[in-house]
């Protein structure tokens, strides 16, 4: 029997033990802190998204609206928005963010705020997306982008004023059907610079309701 060749073939035996329960401890490592990057992202996520309906009691038999999410496990950066910007205006707001994860939750923030401060100047939607497009295009090193869709009710009239952004067209309801919005397919914020976004208009009767389903 040759012993050096069995103490040796020991030894290999022991480095791949040794070897196997390194790299077991680091997939278990790695999925744990990829885990907790998906928490966070998540808490990120829900964080900045409305949750409390109906949100304007004073406005009851005007107008409702409503709005829910789904995440997937890789959270992305799909999110959703409404306000009012003053007693006779209600801007509403649907996106989704390049990429996933906790870039995607960060750049979901950026443009969240970004695009409810410029609107809140008093703009209208086309140069509130404008002049969002022109900020996020500077000195975005990762190449990010938002699909964006943007409304504004006016409140007393039905009137809206919308801007799209690269998005899925929203579903009108009329006479009890649901209808994709006919719209013009602008470029996504974010993607380059000197971009002028244009308005466009429709009128909501009784009963009918914008809807957007990701």
């Not at 107008?63 to 997937?72: G, N």
């Not at 923030?109 to 100047?121: A, D, G, I, R, Y």
Request: glycine fraction near 8%.
């Amino acid at each position: 029997m040759d012993v050096r060749s069995n103490a040796e073939f020991a030894s290999l035996s022991d480095d791949i033990n040794v070897t196997v329960k390194t790299l077991k401890q680091y997939i278990a490592d790695a999925a744990e802190r990829i885990d907790q990057e998906l928490a966070f992202a998540r808490a990120v996520q829900a964080s900045t998204l409305p949750d409390t309906f109906k949100p304007f009691p004073d406005y009851a038999g005007m107008f409702d609206i409503y709005a829910t999410m789904d995440t997937a496990k890789e959270v992305g950066g799909d999110f959703f928005d409404f306000y009012l910007l003053d007693s006779d205006h209600l801007v509403f707001l649907v996106a989704d963010v390049s990429g996933k994860g906790i870039p995607a939750a960060m750049f979901m923030m950026t443009v969240k705020t970004l695009l409810k401060s410029v609107v809140e100047t008093g703009v209208g939607v086309a140069e509130a997306m404008t002049g969002a497009n022109e900020e996020l295009c500077a000195g975005n090193d990762e190449g990010m982008f938002v699909t964006a869709w943007m409304g504004m009710l006016e409140i007393s009239t039905g009137e809206v004023r919308f801007v799209n952004a690269g998005h899925n067209p929203p579903y009108l309801k009329k006479s009890g059907i649901f209808k994709p919005l006919e719209m013009r397919r602008n470029l996504v914020l974010g993607a380059m610079e000197g971009i002028q976004y244009a308005e466009q208009r429709l009128t909501l009767t009784p009963g009918g309701a914008p809807r957007r389903s990701w």
